[in-house]
């Protein structure tokens, strides 16, 4: 295997503050627990809704028939941990593809799945999940 890119985040600050790509992107962070968070901030389940959207609609927009517009919509919850102390996130991917049937939605979202590094991240994870869905211009 070889690298093809590599970055790096850092934070300091933990949920209120920055976080930042050194000489690069500096993103504010507010953790939407604290009752005065700065909703011009962005936290953690944003980041990886972002994130994952991003890799896999670029993935499916490889995979999907030419010509074929494709859109991911990502939705993270956080909820109390299941076991033991803490948090958890639960995700849910949903893809679509122009003018495709539900078959041919559920096939673009299985390859794309395979295939993209954010969904590769969290395929083992319980509380990750992906669906397919009609598309529509929003």
């Given at each position: 295997?070889?690298?093809r890119?590599?970055?790096?985040a ?10 930042f ?19 011009s ?6 980041l990886?809704?972002?994130a ?7 993935t499916?927009q ?11 919509r ?5 909820h ?20 495709a ?9 299985a390859?794309s ?6 969904s ?19």
């Amino acid at each position: 295997m070889s690298m093809r890119y590599r970055t790096q985040a850092i934070n300091k600050d933990g949920g209120e503050g920055e976080t930042f790509i050194p000489d690069g992107l500096a993103v504010a962070v507010s953790s939407p627990l604290n009752p005065d968070q700065d909703t011009s901030a962005s936290n953690p389940e944003q980041l990886l809704a972002l994130a994952w959207a991003t890799c896999l609609n670029a993935t499916a927009q490889v995979i999907a028939p030419t010509g074929r517009r494709t859109a991911v919509r990502v939705e993270v919850e956080l909820h109390d941990a299941a076991e033991g102390a803490g948090y958890e996130f639960h995700a849910d991917a949903y893809l679509s593809v122009e003018g495709a049937s539900a078959e041919q939605t559920e096939q673009v979202l299985a390859a794309s799945h395979a295939r993209c590094p954010v969904s590769k991240l969290l395929k083992d994870a319980a509380t990750a999940r992906v669906h397919a869905e009609p598309y529509a211009i929003s």
